[in-house]
Nanobody, 120 residues
Framework: EVQLVESGGGSVQAGGSLRLSCKASGIYWFEYCMAWFRQAPGNEREGVAYLESSGRTTYADSVKDRFTISKDNAENTLYLQMDSLKSEDTATYFC??????????????WGKGTLVTISS
């Protein structure tokens, strides 16, 4: 059974940094696409960053050059380093996983989310 548990959310001022973690179990890292999504109140859930099984990374334009997705295979953990945070980054952030493909909002496995609040 795949389980994803996010942590690291909190409240920071604009311009600050946060690092989100997603502890994963039940997956083979080299077979899975891993991703971070976010959903702000009243908005649809959007993909923020993807880490394909090949190691390729993709970012939403809104976070490019500010966010970095990475993983630690030994710790079974996915990370999202968020720098130069803006008020519009305020959202609940979700970790997601799917075998082989990055399927966007149709990804098969999801965590419960962690809240990030940015104050201006």
């Amino acid at each position: 059974e795949v389980q994803l548990v996010e942590s690291g959310g909190g409240s920071v001022q604009a311009g600050g940094s946060l690092r989100l973690s997603c502890k994963a179990s039940g997956i083979y890292w080299f077979e899975y696409c891993m991703a971070w999504f976010r959903q702000a109140p009243g908005n649809e859930r959007e993909g923020v960053a993807y880490l394909e099984s090949s190691g390729r990374t993709t970012y939403a334009d809104s976070v490019k050059d500010r966010f970095t997705i990475s993983k630690d295979n030994a710790e079974n953990t996915l990370y999202l380093q968020m720098d130069s945070l803006k008020s519009e980054d305020t959202a609940t952030y979700f970790c997601a996983a799917d075998r082989w493909v990055c399927a966007g909002n149709s990804m098969r496995h999801w965590g419960k989310g962690t809240l990030v609040t940015i104050s201006s």
